[in-house]
RNA sequence: GGAGGGGUGGCAGAGUGGUCGAAUGCACCGGUCUUGAAAACCGGCGUCCCUUCACGGGGACCGCGGGUUCGAAUCCCGCCCCCUCCGCCA
């Protein structure tokens, strides 16, 4: 949510900044009147309120002293009638602004560049050199199955398109990957590791933006008001929901380990084949709940930290920034690392870093106290993933990937893989 | 799932229809005293919204949402959460 302070300003330049969000501007122009109406009839009925308050008192205050108060009560009693239709009023008129402002995107940060999608991205570094194939390198989802470590045949079997299972060292692996990325994080980043809830309600997922909007990207369950978590960024953001944290607390730092559930609704025929688009997958989830003062560091910082992961794995990728039209709703600056896949000849979207600047905290009340007293004020949430793990798996297998089929395992997951430095293509049939 | 108890300010804990945004204690902040500190004493100390250049004024909030009433923390209805015991269970 953005403040209305921030949309009542006469500021021309928040129209056009709205509209690089892919917001019309009679939608504002709209919020305003609702809003111009709202304070007019509050300021009405609260002056209805103020003079029932009065007379009131003044009941009381002759009951007491036995007298008769038949006039008095009288009065109030015409209050009543015009006291409940201004509420009525005000009550639908708050709805009407509501429903406006929760659809709102968040604004983008001057640094983001403009433009409608990802042609505008801009390609901030590119880290790592390609490794050079003296053999034709296969994707991931021939390598696996090759493995007989992916099964996407049985995973639709028991769930449906888009659910994979994983055996033997497959399955492994992805473990392997999350201990790695959080002991990474939690003794060399100072992160504190949390394990939230995977079900959330719905306060939880308004909170962080993805309801009242994106409801159709969740799956929800039936009967219940509770969802699946699309990333652990929902129960992680909303920890605190409510709180004012002290200053001296902050930053906080939590890394958590979900699986995640997102619909994928409308991305029917996009990334079909194998582990890139999943119903389900794992992530390792960096948080950061900080000073608006320090946010921007905390992005750089978080995003270092997500590229750590990378860099030990000797995983080539890049960092880009989206475009005013390619982030998200939340977000006021996205860094998105890509990863090189060479079965697909492509950079892949592996993490996205964001800072959604005070938009989160406000819908979800996060708030702290400054360290020397005074009003609490809204926190800047970031969420990045550090990182995705069946992506990552997926990097791994094709970067990997030897002549004969097999994987070798990066230095750094061997001793989580039981000291194997390699996935070797089983001897089928033998003998 | 069954039975019972409970949700009040940072914490503890009073308050069962009016003078209650809410006693009291602790914590915290300032002051007096003191060489300094402690103790003691004095004062301050919630959040949101509207309004005002400002000082200030007003409204709302005692888990959440409705209702009764001139007036609700207090009465009624629904819901949520927590605790105890029983059952079931990873």
């Given at each position: 949510?953005?403040?209305?302070?921030?949309?009542?300003?006469?500021?021309?330049?928040?129209?056009?900044?709205?509209?690089?969000?892919?917001?019309?501007?009679?939608?504002?122009?709209?919020?305003?009147?609702?809003?111009?109406?709202?304070?007019?009839?509050?300021?009405?009925?609260?002056?209805?309120?103020?003079?029932?308050?009065?007379?009131?008192?003044?009941?009381?205050?002759?009951?007491?002293?036995?007298?008769?108060?038949?006039?008095?009560?009288?009065?109030?009693?015409?209050?009543?009638?015009?006291?409940?239709?201004?509420?009525?009023?005000?009550?639908?008129?708050?709805?009407?602004?509501?429903?406006?402002?929760?659809?709102?995107?968040?604004?983008?940060?001057?640094?983001?560049?403009?433009?409608?999608?990802?042609?505008?991205?801009?390609?901030?570094?590119?880290?790592?050199?390609?490794?050079?194939?003296?053999?034709?390198?296969?994707?991931?989802?021939?390598?696996?199955?090759?493995?007989?470590?992916?099964?996407?045949?049985?995973?639709?079997?028991?769930?449906?398109?888009?659910?994979?299972?994983?055996?033997?060292?497959?399955?492994?692996?992805?473990?392997?990957?999350?201990?790695?990325?959080?002991?990474?994080?939690?003794?060399?980043?100072?992160?504190?590791?949390?394990?939230?809830?995977?079900?959330?309600?719905?306060?939880?997922?308004?909170g962080t933006g993805?309801?009242?909007?994106?409801?159709?990207?969740?799956?929800?369950?039936?009967?219940?008001?509770?969802?699946?978590?699309?990333?652990?960024e929902?129960?992680v953001t909303n920890?605190h929901?409510?709180?004012?944290?002290?200053?001296?607390?902050?930053p906080l730092?939590?890394?958590?380990?979900?699986?995640?559930?997102?619909?994928?609704?409308?991305?029917?025929?996009?990334?079909?084949?194998?582990?890139?688009?999943?119903?389900?997958?794992?992530?390792?989830?960096?948080v950061h709940l900080t000073?608006?003062?320090?946010s921007?560091?905390a992005?750089?910082?978080?995003?270092?930290?997500?590229?750590?992961?990378?860099?030990?794995?000797?995983?080539?990728?890049?960092?880009?920034?989206?475009?005013?039209?390619?982030?998200?709703?939340s977000a006021a600056?996205?860094?998105?690392?890509?990863?090189?896949?060479?079965?697909?000849?492509?950079?892949?979207?592996?993490?996205?870093?964001s800072n959604c600047e005070a938009f989160q905290a406000r819908r979800a009340?996060l708030?702290?106290?400054?360290?020397?007293?005074?009003?609490?004020?809204l926190l800047h949430t970031l969420n990045?993933?550090?990182?995705?793990?069946?992506?990552?798996?997926?990097?791994?297998?094709?970067?990997?990937?030897?002549?004969?089929?097999?994987?070798?395992?990066?230095?750094?997951?061997?001793?989580?893989?039981?000291?194997?430095?390699?996935?070797?293509?089983?001897?089928?049939?033998?003998?």
């Open positions: 949510m953005l403040s209305r302070d921030l949309l009542r300003s006469e500021d021309d330049t928040l129209a056009s900044r709205l509209g690089l969000r892919g917001i019309a501007a009679g939608l504002l122009e709209s919020w305003q009147s609702f809003d111009r109406e709202r304070r007019s009839i509050l300021g009405e009925v609260e002056q209805l309120k103020q003079r029932r308050n009065e007379l009131s008192k003044q009941i009381g205050a002759l009951k007491r002293e036995g007298s008769d108060a038949e006039a008095v009560m009288a009065e109030v009693g015409e209050l009543k009638a015009g006291i409940a239709g201004l509420e009525e009023r005000l009550a639908s008129t708050e709805t009407e602004l509501t429903d406006l402002e929760m659809a709102f995107p968040n604004l983008a940060h001057a640094s983001v560049p403009a433009g409608a999608d990802e042609a505008a991205n801009r390609v901030e570094r590119t880290v790592g050199e390609p490794r050079a194939f003296d053999f034709e390198p296969q994707a991931h989802w021939d390598l696996g199955p090759a493995l007989g470590i992916l099964d996407f045949e049985r995973g639709a079997k028991v769930a449906g398109a888009r659910f994979t299972a994983y055996f033997g060292s497959g399955a492994r692996l992805e473990r392997a990957l999350i201990s790695f990325m959080l002991d990474l994080h939690t003794a060399e980043n100072g992160y504190i590791e949390v394990q939230p809830p995977f079900i959330v309600n719905t306060d939880a997922l308004i993805q309801l009242p909007k994106f409801e159709e990207d969740l799956f929800k369950l039936s009967g219940h008001e509770y969802y699946l978590i699309p990333t652990a929902v129960p920890l929901r409510g709180e004012i944290l002290e200053e001296e607390r902050l730092k939590y890394v958590a380990h979900t699986p995640c559930f997102r619909a994928e609704a409308g991305s029917y025929g996009k990334d079909v084949r194998g582990l890139i688009r999943q119903h389900q997958f794992q992530k390792v989830e960096l000073t608006p003062e320090t921007y560091e992005l750089e910082e978080l995003t270092g930290n997500a590229e750590g992961v990378l860099q030990r794995l000797e995983l080539p990728y890049r960092v880009v920034t989206l475009s005013t039209g390619d982030m998200g709703f600056k996205t860094y998105d690392i890509e990863v090189w896949l060479p079965g697909q000849n492509a950079y892949r979207e592996i993490s996205s870093c009340g708030r702290y106290r400054p360290a020397g007293g005074g009003k609490p004020r990045g993933s550090g990182l995705a793990a069946g992506r990552t798996l997926v990097a791994i297998l094709e970067n990997y990937q030897n002549a004969d089929g097999s994987v070798s395992i990066p230095e750094p997951l061997r001793p989580y893989m039981g000291g194997a430095d390699s996935i070797e293509v089983p001897v089928v049939g033998a003998g």
